[in-house]
């Protein structure tokens, strides 16, 4: 069974620092990447999306894949307190236009 | 991007009737789905809604419990039957725009569903 994992969190960083969310996925044919971020009572907005190794930046996300190791990541730079959400990894598989979603991992940023 | 609107936000329905939820693009899109999340989980797929065609159900789901329509490239409506309280949950329409590499998927603001 195709699956992307995440730890649940939460996870709590200090205003100011950097946010490093992590996401491991099973299957190797999968082709690319999606983060999104979702407040409490809130649907999921899209943060970014990867679909080659290394890194690709917007503004304070960095997002991070590495193929080989299946793993992806999001960094989160100055993390501001609005930060605090649950955040979603989602991976597409193969050549189908669906998403398979991890469980997410919350985060606290502390004032 | 694309801009989705659902309607109902929110609906508080007894066991066993059901619920019609819609879901409105601001421009046309090929891939339109309905997900599901349950209160405390994560986004769980339950359709993909076809234009023109039956949709295409994951595993677990059934056309008799979760018909779907999607008239045009622009519309889809999700019907939720014979409502029991497990039912209770949020619905969310997704679209997804761009080419098959370059590939976006956003969601609308859902509807909650509560089922007495």
């Known amino acids: 069974q195709k699956e992307v994992e995440q730890n649940s969190g939460p996870l709590s960083v200090p205003e100011g620092a950097i946010a490093s969310l992590n996401c491991t996925y099973s299957?190797?044919?999968?082709?690319?990447f999606f983060w999104y971020r979702q407040y409490s009572g809130k649907s999921p907005e899209l943060i970014m999306f990867?679909?080659?190794?290394g890194d690709k930046e917007d503004g304070r996300f960095t997002a991070q894949l590495n193929k080989a190791s299946q793993y992806v990541s999001l960094l989160i730079r100055d993390s501001q307190p609005s930060d605090s959400a649950t955040y979603l990894c989602?991976?597409?598989?193969?050549?189908?236009?669906?998403?398979?979603f991890g469980s997410g991992t919350r985060l606290l940023v502390r004032p | 991007s694309a801009v989705i609107s659902q309607k109902p936000s929110r609906d508080i329905c007894q066991r066993g009737t059901s619920l019609t939820i819609q879901c409105q693009v601001d421009?046309?899109?090929?891939?339109m789905f309905w997900y599901r999340q349950q209160p405390g989980q994560s986004l769980t797929l339950i359709a993909t809604?076809?234009?023109?065609?039956?949709?295409?159900?994951e595993s677990g789901f059934v056309i008799d419990k979760f018909p779907i329509s999607r008239p045009n490239l622009t519309f889809s409506t999700l019907t939720v039957s014979n409502l029991s309280p497990e039912d209770s949950s949020i619905y969310l329409c997704?679209?997804?725009?761009?080419?098959?590499?370059?590939?976006?998927?956003?969601f609308g603001p859902g509807t909650r569903l509560t089922v007495t």
């Open positions: 997704s679209v997804a725009t761009g080419t098959h590499i370059s590939y976006e998927q956003y």
């Open positions: 299957d190797r044919g999968s082709q690319s």
């Open positions: 990867i679909y080659s190794n």
């Open positions: 989602a991976g597409r598989m193969d050549s189908s236009y669906k998403l398979i």
């Open positions: 421009s046309q899109v090929t891939m």
């Open positions: 809604a076809n234009q023109g065609s039956e949709a295409t159900y």
